[in-house]
Structures are given as C-alpha cells and as structure tokens.
C-alpha cells in the first residue's frame, strides 16, 4: 500500500510539474501567479492633492519660455510652465507609454489601459511612438480602411480623448532603416515605413537623410506623418512633447554613436525639428532632449548636444537592468547632473525613460523590489523632475510588460497593490490629478 501510495504521489508530483510547465499566466487569468488587489485606489484623496493651478500658483514663471519655437501655442507655453512648477513643487506624474492603446492583459470588462485597469485613471504622461503611425503598434480592421481611416487618424483619435482625460502627451520615433525602405521602394512602387527593426545600422543613412542626399526625399515622408500627427493635435489645442532622436549616444539606433559623427548628428537634430517647425508649420511641441544614462559628468550628458536654441526638455533615458539596488545611485546621480544643467540653461527636465529590465522587463512574478516605482518617483522629487514615464505594456508578452495590469476585476500582478500604493501617495500625479492649465499662457 505505501508503495502504491508513494507511486501514485510521485506521478501526481510529476503531472503538477507538466502541468505548471505548460501553464501560460500571461494568458491563464486564473494562474496562481495572479494575487487578489486588496489596495483601493483613493480617487477622492487624489482630487484632494491634485495639482490644481491654485496648488501650483507659487511655483510658476509666467518669464519662462520654450526656447525652440518662438511661435509656439499658447497651450505649449502653458504645459512648459505647467511642467516646471510642478517640478518645483515637489510632485512627480507618472507616465506610461502606449497606455491608452496598448496593454498586457485583456480582462473582462476593463479599459484599453492597464494603468487604468489597476487605479481606475489614465497615467498622468501617456506616450506613444511614431511605429504607431507606421502600423507597426497600431491595428486597423477592414471597416477602417474601408472607411477611408489610416493610423494617423486613429492615433489621434486615441490620444486626444487620452488628453480630454487630464494626460500629457509625449511623441518618440523608432525610425526604420531609410535605406532599407528606399531600396524596398524601388522594388514594390510604394514607400513603405512599417515592419520596424531595431538595430539595422548598414547604409550610412545619417548623412543620406539629410538635404543633398540621395535618402533626403524618404526623410521627409516619414517626418510628414509626424507634422500630420502634431497637426491634428494642434488643432484640438493639445501640446504634445516630442522626443526624436532619443538615446543618441548608444550604439544602438543608427543615428547613434557608431553611425554618425557628432556633426552629423547635430544637424540631423537640427534639420528636423527645422522641417517640422518651419516647412510643415507645427507648433504645438516641446522638443526633449534624451540621451542614454547614466552619466558621470556634464560633459557625458552633453554628448552631441544640438544646443539651447534647439531643445526645451532636459531628459534622461535609464533603465533598471540587474535589480541590485545600484540603480537608484545612479539615477540619483545622474539627476542630480540634469538638475544642475537645467538650472543653468533655464530648461525643464525629466526622466523621459525607465523601467526595470531584468530579463528584458518586469516579470509575471518573482520581482526584487515591489516599490520599485514609489522609490523612482521619490528621486524625481528631489530633483525637481516633473514626471517619469516607464516603457510600454505590450499584449501577452511575457517579458515585454513595464507596469502591473489587472488580469480580472479583482485580480492581478503581484505588484498591483504596491502600485495601487504608489497612486495613492501624497505627491504623486495621475491623469485624474493633473489641472487644465491653459490660463498659464496669460
């Protein structure tokens, strides 16, 4: 009997194990993964602490300006003022990419934001990156196309209801190899932006993008969905903050430090905020400058620096890649360098871009540290940064996620009540704290 016992307890043992082999949390709502949201997120005392404009009244310079477009909207001047009091005030909004059309977990009954999923309000930056122009992280169904809608459209759709809802918007470009698109072209008929890859450098495509060269024309095309976008924007009377060229000083994009000489890169900074600005008639954007951290110096951090007259936005793109603690030094550190140079050159700062990255993102479960983003926000704070904004959600990747999600009405990722926490803090800013801070143009 006990060997019959002890067998049958083995077998059991061993179909647990295929069982749990084969388990997929990122799908399965279910999964024991998955804990019961016990915090509440307290819209009222959010309200309560929101940064109204009579909150931030005594932090704002009605001096301060954009410095890059000299005919920027009077809502671009106001958000610029907005941001930098908020700074000064010592409240951090949070900002979550692609969080008004992209999320991990579907649940049942839930919106098209996780962040909103867990706290019941959209994050207080949402971005989204020009891909989403290319199709790339945007779908459109026959009904769409056959109604004439095309993903500009859409996505202009999505983030002015998203800023209708009290969130700031930021625009980036994961650009394609223009080479690669010209050489298509001319096989197909059709330029063709889509089918976006990371890390293809060949084709010296720098210096061919910019005016006398060969790629120059296809350039422009791409940048014109860009002024498409800030258009329709602007004619809601939405700023949105607009990061090109980020993280310059890796060698990981080809308009960064491999492919280019600094030259190059300048006047590719400066070309295209010109076409944007100038030839398209856009002036609806803050223009972020974001190189790659950490940084040990001033020096470091003006790596390729295009210069004050073409950049509003100090910013800092880092990432939590080991979960050992140091990260918070070295954010700590590298801020407190942008706080200094922002100081100096009368410019706003931020922290453009973070997340933890250990094994590519968060994880489904066995995450190091839980208040990873009330720890990030509070060296925000010190540093009079406005917000941070942590990468993207994207659907049912397991290792492609930077922010907890709900995966049913009452359960969720093993973060989410920490997170739910962190909303709930006194100084941090959601979309549903944030204030119409258009009178700030006056």
């Known amino acids: 009997m006990k060997k019959k016992y002890l067998s049958a307890a083995i077998a059991g043992a061993i179909m647990a194990m295929s069982a749990s082999a084969l388990a997929n949390p990122v799908t399965d709502a279910d999964d024991p993964a998955y804990i019961v949201r016990t915090a509440v997120p307290d819209a009222a005392k959010a309200k309560s602490e929101a940064a109204t404009m009579t909150k931030v009244a005594p932090f704002v310079n009605q001096k301060l300006k954009p410095a890059v477009d000299k005919k920027a909207t009077p809502e671009t ?7 930098d009091a908020i700074g000064k005030s010592g409240d951090v909004i949070y900002g979550h990419e692609n969080d008004a059309h992209h999320k991990m977990f579907r649940a049942p009954g839930g919106s098209e934001s996780d962040t909103k999923d867990v706290t019941g309000t959209l994050a207080g930056v949402v971005g989204l990156d020009a891909l989403s122009f290319t199709g790339d992280e945007l779908r459109l169904d026959d009904c769409d196309w056959n109604m004439g809608i095309r993903y500009v459209e859409r996505m202009a759709e999505i983030t002015t209801k998203a800023a209708k809802e009290g969130s700031i918007l930021t625009l980036s470009m994961h650009m394609p190899n223009f080479d690669r698109v010209a050489k298509k072209a001319a096989i197909t008929g059709e330029t063709d932006f889509s089918n976006y890859s990371a890390h293809i450098m060949e084709g010296n495509v720098v210096h061919r993008i910019l005016p006398g060269g060969d790629l120059n024309g296809v350039f422009n095309q791409y940048l014109d969905l860009v002024a498409d976008y800030g258009h329709r924007m602007q004619k809601e009377g939405i700023p949105v903050i607009f990061r090109p060229l980020h993280e310059h000083n890796g060698s990981w994009f080809w308009w960064g430090v491999k492919t280019s000489t600094p030259e190059e890169f ?36 003006f790596t390729r620096y295009p210069g004050d007259k073409w950049v509003d936005i100090y910013g800092i793109d880092i990432y939590d890649d080991d979960q050992t603690g140091d990260y918070y030094d070295k954010l700590d550190s590298s801020m407190e360098i942008i706080e200094k140079l922002a100081a100096k050159h009368g410019k706003v700062m931020a922290l453009t871009e ?36 942590t990468w993207s959600n994207f659907e049912k990747l397991p290792h492609n996620f930077f922010s907890p999600y709900m995966v049913s009405k009452t359960r969720g990722h093993e973060m989410v009540n920490d997170f739910v926490n962190y909303y709930n803090e006194s100084n941090t800013l959601f979309a549903d704290g944030l204030a119409d801070y258009r009178s700030l143009a006056k």
């Open 77 to 83: 001047i106001a958000l610029y003022r907005y941001l």
């Open 266 to 301: 300048q006047k590719l900074w400066e070309y295209t905020v010109t076409y944007i600005r100038d030839t398209k008639g856009v002036h609806n954007f803050l223009y972020a400058y974001s190189p790659n951290g950490p940084f040990a110096n001033e020096q470091e951090y």
């Open 354 to 389: 973070a997340g933890v990255r250990r094994g590519g993102s968060l994880a489904v479960t066995g995450n190091v540290d839980k208040q990873w983003f009330s720890k990030v926000s509070a060296i925000c704070a010190k540093h009079k940064s406005p917000y941070f904004m």
